[in-house]
């Protein structure tokens, strides 16, 4: 018994340390990606002015205001939605798998990103986007739009007792329905309107604020501890339905309440980001396969990783062509699907099921 | 301590379980004997509640069962279903500690892991703690399961088919195991079996069902004999005793070839010793 609980003990510190280390990574990577860019800033320089800001102003006196300026307005909110953007992403990625017990589904598998897409082009088309404030009508109308495609699906898939197969068949046929849908309005956009749906499409943090931070991160706030609370009864589905229906879970409406709060996740981050929906996918498969299928430590430690995926394609995609700014989603695309495929075809595929 | 009254069940119009009556001791092991379809699971599943029956059919210590808690279920009955799709990337420790997660919030306490620690040790499977399930034959995946159930300490075992997929020795050491336990810790086990020997020696009673109704309830002596099994599976056995326990030896399980049941077409079966 107490070898049992020696190599137990190991194994959790691993756990631990290992979601310890790739937060540190995290921190390392923000500094830095907020020490690149056309003006360079030094690492050294962006802790000061993070601490700068937090603590009181002008302890650390040694930063030019240009270089303050920058950092804090420009590169930071980039960055912080980067890492809360990605982090959401990944999070509504890995309840969806543990959920629906199935490596194929995530938010977007039920038709987010074109539903989004669709909201925002509508928006576009009715000139919402140039009046007062307009930036936040396209948003509203991407949610919205998000939400209504979300409904759809799940009251379709209810019917036939919430089952993955039939949430991504309907997840499917709506993705093409949503499809239709924004063809038909670029179809009829102007050539002005044109480029703006398109450039929403590919999904970038460009124009960052540090209100849609703030949005997401209450978004999260609000739902993290429902999605911590079920992370028992995730581990329990690793055996079955029965079996954790017989350890007092109610799995019909926390398979519910999981799809609604990670379709809310997705729907506000891709509301302001445009589609950068890979992230939900590769993130959760390359935690699972590091930290294995305890959603405990899996869900953190996804979130770090879709925070880290994310902001490292950000940066890559900013500085590569550097003064054009590649949009994100092109450059996580470009990075997570040699690294999925890597995963899928590695020896330790088996990771999931 | 368990009671049954009037309990039926169907899915949409097939009736499964009809009008079941029945009533279980403390500390004791039940077998459900009958063919495939009989309602062994069935009956099983409603009483852990994944199947819902009407109110007020089950109780437990005089509870009806819809009033109890999911919570509260989980800590009284624990239940192993036939053959769950398991994750098998999944270890052995940490199949077994979900068995706790009915008492605890977040983490584990010291005392949810020294029970986890224990109970691996009692099954015997020290050595595979860490492996994943992979990694295991179907005897060790089926004591894994069966160690998450008793992790659960739950005073109610509700088994479903523990050893049928299991070959001559592992079933045997399944059986050993279960009875070991169930007198060690006083539990109410019921349990759905096919072997009718194996359950002869494991159980205290016998429920025999047949096409969702109780055909007999009783100790091995008074249900186990060659009408009781001719008339429920239609099939002919010689009854003898081996080692105190009653032994049963089917005798027409395949039907004899020079002379088919009515109903089967000559033609359809060769005759013995014809040649094409």
């Known amino acids: 018994m107490n070898e049992l609980r020696t190599t137990y003990r ?51 006196a040694k930063v030019s205001e240009l270089d303050r300026r920058i950092v804090l307005y420009l590169r930071l909110p980039r960055i912080a939605l980067g890492v809360v953007g990605g982090a959401t992403l990944a999070i509504a990625g890995v309840v969806m798998q543990g959920i629906m017990r199935n490596p194929l589904v995530s938010p977007f598998t039920i038709g987010i990103s074109p539903a989004a897409g669709f909201g925002a082009a509508i928006a576009v088309l009715l000139g919402l986007d140039l009046i007062t404030g307009g930036s936040y009508w396209v948003v509203l109308c991407a949610f919205s739009s998000a939400l209504i495609c979300a409904t759809m699906v799940l009251t379709i898939s209810v019917f036939r007792g919430a089952q993955s197969t039939t949430l991504i068949l309907a997840g499917i046929a709506l993705t093409y329905f949503f499809g239709a849908l924004i063809n038909t309005t670029q179809f009829i956009a102007t050539e002005e309107q044109l480029t703006v749906i398109v450039h929403w499409t590919f999904g970038s943090l460009n124009e960052s604020k540090w209100e849609e931070v703030v949005i997401i991160l209450m978004m999260l706030a609000g739902t993290l501890p429902i999605l911590f609370r079920y992370a028992w009864c995730y581990n329990a589905l690793n055996q079955g339905e029965e079996i954790a229906t017989s350890l007092g879970y109610g799995i019909k409406s926390i398979r519910i309440a999981t799809i609604v709060i990670a379709v809310l996740l997705t729907a506000s981050v891709v509301s302001f980001t445009g589609v950068i929906g890979f992230v939900g996918l590769v993130a959760p498969h390359i935690a699972r396969f590091i930290i294995g299928n305890d959603h405990r430590y899996l869900i953190p430690f996804a979130g770090i990783i879709g925070a880290l995926l994310l902001v490292a394609s950000d940066t890559i995609g900013r500085t590569l062509f550097s003064p054009v700014i590649i949009p994100v989603g092109i450059v996580v695309a470009y990075i997570g699907v040699p690294m999925f495929v890597h995963l899928i075809i590695s020896k330790k595929q088996d990771y999931f099921s | ?162 050893t049928s997929a299991l070959d001559l020795k592992n079933q045997l050491e399944m059986a050993t195991l279960l009875r070991a336990i169930q007198k060690q810790q006083q539990l109410t086990v019921i349990v759905a079996i096919h072997d009718l020997n194996l359950a002869a020696r494991i159980s205290d009673s016998v429920v025999q069902l047949k096409q969702g109704k109780i055909y007999a309830h009783g100790r091995w002596d008074e249900t186990m004999t060659e009408q009781s099994i001719l008339e429920i599976y239609g099939v002919q056995a010689f009854l003898s005793e081996v080692q105190g326990f009653p032994y049963m030896v089917s005798l027409n399980a395949v039907p004899d070839r020079d002379d088919p049941p009515s109903g089967i077409d000559d033609g359809d079966l060769p005759k013995r010793g014809a040649s094409k």
């Open chain 2, 1 to 162: 301590m368990i009671k049954i009254n009037n309990l039926n069940f169907s899915y949409g119009k097939h009736r499964i379980l009809d009008a079941i009556n029945l009533s279980f001791e403390a500390s004791q092991i039940v077998s459900l004997v009958g063919p495939n379809g009989s309602g062994k699971s069935t009956l099983l599943k409603c009483l852990c509640r994944i199947l819902k029956s009407t109110d007020n059919t089950i109780f437990i210590d005089g509870k009806a069962l819809e009033h109890y808690s999911r919570r509260e279920m989980a800590q009284l009955i624990a239940y192993v279903p036939q053959q769950p799709v398991l994750n098998l990337a999944v270890s052995v420790i940490d199949a077994v500690k979900i068995g706790r997660s009915p008492y605890i919030g977040y983490t584990l306490s010291k005392n949810d892991e020294n029970i986890v620690f224990k109970v691996i040790e009692q099954l015997g499977l020290t050595e595979l703690a860490f492996r994943s399930l992979r990694e295991l034959s179907g005897g060790e995946r089926q004591r894994v399961l069966l160690s998450r159930a008793i992790a659960q300490q739950a005073r109610i075992l509700l088994l479903d088919e523990p």
């Open chain 1, 10 to 60: 190991t194994l959790v510190r691993k756990q631990l340390s290992k979601i310890g280390m790739t937060f540190l990574l995290l921190l390392l990577l923000i500094a830095f990606a907020g020490s690149l860019g056309v003006k360079n800033v030094s690492i050294l320089q962006v802790f000061y002015i993070i601490l700068d800001y937090l603590v009181s102003d002008e302890i650390f």
